[in-house]
């Protein structure tokens, strides 16, 4: 098992296939990586204390910091991550225990808090804070600290989730193949 995939108390990351965990980076217990998922240099993903779970062609950018609050008598479910597919998680974000839907893109130093819910189809912008609990609306972009919904989506910037995407699980199947052609 490379350095970087670590158990927790017998729970083991569960990776699809096609997936990419950088050497820099550590991904630690209770976490599945679906199929076409990318994990850049330099993330923490540490499924220690609750489960965290990120869906197909999502990528996970240098410098993320992503982790769950654990199982309570007050919070019997504890805040699991959830992150669906096709989502982009730009640099140096931070999740914590948040749902995360499909298309979503979390513009680079975010950060998204505790039992925050990110409906399909949202751009968040750099920088920008979801307080705990707080609900994105699907089709929106949000900026700010605390973020405010500023305005409608366009198409083309739906579309450009997708693509964005897409982009990855191409530079992440880049990066595999020169991986597979410099080992022994």
């Not at 990419?20 to 990586?33: N, P, R």
């Not at 779970?53 to 699991?80: C, F, M, W, Y």
């Not at 979801?130 to 366009?154: C, D, H, I, M, W």
Request: contains cysteine; glycine residues 10%; hydrophobic residues 40%.
């Amino acid at each position: 098992m490379p350095v970087s995939l670590r158990p927790y108390k017998q729970q083991f990351p569960q990776l699809g296939e096609r997936v990419m965990v950088d050497a820099t980076s550590v991904v630690i217990g209770d976490v599945t990586l679906a199929d076409d998922v990318g994990i850049w240099p330099l993330v923490v993903i540490r499924g220690d204390v609750n489960r965290v779970t990120i869906g197909k062609r999502s990528n996970i950018q240098d410098g993320s910091v992503l982790h769950v609050t654990h199982k309570s008598v007050a919070n019997p479910e504890g805040n699991p991550l959830v992150i669906g597919e096709d989502v982009t998680v730009g640099h140096k974000a931070m999740l914590h225990g948040c749902t995360i839907g499909d298309r979503v893109l979390v513009g680079m130093g975010s950060i998204i808090l505790d039992r925050a819910i990110i409906e399909d189809d949202v751009m968040i912008g750099a920088g920008s804070l979801v307080p705990s609990g707080k609900t994105l609306e699907s089709g929106y972009l949000y900026l700010g600290s605390p973020v405010k919904q500023v305005r409608p989506l366009t198409e083309a910037e739906i579309e450009g989730l997708l693509y964005s995407a897409n982009n990855y699980v191409s530079w992440k199947n880049d990066y595999l193949v020169q991986e597979s052609q410099t080992q022994p």
